[in-house]
């Protein structure tokens, strides 16, 4: 099946740094990919839709300039959250979408990264 | 704009008891439909889907979910949980209209011995 890889797992930065977080599709291209956020035992809050070649598109209330998106690749996006603060700590998880599952419309998920700002 | 509503939040169950999660969403076009699955420390697992056609969908490890148009419905079901269906389930919908995934808040399973 299709897998969605994230790096990395888990990491902790200081308030004020900026960290990247990597997606990647393994096993097949998607020309978009999405980033979400979950809290604590809550549901998953999309951030952002992530399009190869192009800008990505922010959910309402979502800093763009904060949480930047870039999708250089068929098979990689990445997330940096500039200038992290404690609030920001969070488990992010990517999803892609197969580019050649044609009218059928499924994400793959990546394991999640957990981001701890301190 | 679409939602979807879970009502369970949390639900405990003893080993062999029935399931059913309640799934209910907003939008009166048309939908693709999925419940996830996520263990404790793992990551989101499709559990099953719908597109189109036969609306009792089955799914993986014996789950099953039931679409029901008239009622804006998507519940899941087992006949008989076990420990390690102990979980977090979120319903999600998609539509062409939104051209995105919304999860419902999720409903955490708790099976006991």
């Known amino acids: 099946g299709a897998v969605v890889s994230q790096h990395p797992s888990w990491v902790i930065c200081k308030s004020g740094t900026s960290v990247k977080i990597e997606c990647r599709s393994l096993?097949?291209?998607?020309?978009?990919m999405f980033w979400y956020r979950q809290f604590p035992k809550q549901s998953l809050m999309l951030m952002a839709t992530?399009?190869?070649?192009?800008?990505?598109?922010?959910e309402q209330g979502v800093e763009k300039d904060k949480f930047l998106i870039n999708h250089a690749s068929l098979t990689l996006s990445t997330l940096t959250v500039t200038s992290a603060h404690p609030e920001d700590s969070s488990f992010y998880i990517c999803s892609a979408r197969d580019s050649a599952a044609g009218g059928v419309y499924e994400q793959y998920f990546g394991p999640g990264t957990r981001l701890t700002v301190t | 704009a679409q939602s979807v509503s879970q009502h369970n939040h949390h639900v405990i169950l003893s080993e062999a008891a029935s399931l059913e999660l309640g799934c209910n969403y907003s939008y009166g076009g048309t939908v693709n439909l999925f419940w996830y699955v996520q263990y404790p420390g793992q990551h989101l697992q499709l559990l099953l889907k719908?597109?189109?056609?036969?609306?009792l969908v089955k799914g993986i490890k014996g789950f099953e979910a039931e679409f029901i148009k008239s009622k804006f419905s998507f519940n899941l079901r087992k006949p008989s949980v076990q420990w390690s269906d102990t979980a977090e389930y979120f319903c999600a919908v998609y539509t062409g209209t939104a051209s995105k995934l919304t999860f419902g808040t999720g409903t955490r399973l708790q099976v006991t011995l």
């Open positions: 719908y597109f189109s056609g036969d609306p």
């Open positions: 096993d097949f291209q998607a020309t978009t």
């Open positions: 992530s399009n190869e070649g192009s800008k990505a598109t922010y």
